[in-house]
């Protein structure tokens, strides 16, 4: 199973509250799906539904076997769509908000050692 489908089976899009669920229980799904190129940092989020860069988005993070769920607002930065190319997986990479330094904070603790890393991930 491919690292985009692992993480899309745990995404749940709540189209009533516009919310975003998403759980990641894995490093390397961690590692490729983190954007740590983007000011405040980032996730690239496997979706099928239709965002444009700008949007606000506002998701529930569940990382490894955490029992709180990390509340994250911010905002579409990336979007690649169904059919991209290489078999890129669809989705949208949203930048956190200045004021959500706590996910951040987490992913970069979980991926310590490995945000150097050359192995490709799902935006670079």
Do not use: C
């Not at 444009?52 to 579409?76: Q, W, Y």
């Not at 669809?90 to 951040?104: L, R």
Request: charged letters at 20%.
């Amino acid at each position: 199973m491919s690292v985009a489908s692992k993480m899309g089976d745990s995404l749940q899009n709540n189209a009533k509250s516009g919310i975003l669920s998403l759980t990641i229980k894995d490093k390397a799904v961690l590692y490729a799906a983190f954007m740590p190129f983007l000011e405040n940092g980032g996730l690239f989020i496997p979706t099928n539904k239709q965002y444009v860069i700008g949007d606000e988005v506002f998701m529930l993070l569940n990382l490894m076997d955490e029992a709180a769920k990390i509340p994250v607002a911010g905002h579409v930065v990336w979007v690649t769509p169904k059919g991209a190319q290489s078999n890129r997986a669809a989705g949208i990479g949203v930048q956190f908000s200045a004021q959500d330094d706590t996910a951040t904070k987490k992913i970069e603790n979980y991926l310590a050692g490995i945000l150097e890393s050359d192995r490709p991930t799902h935006t670079l």
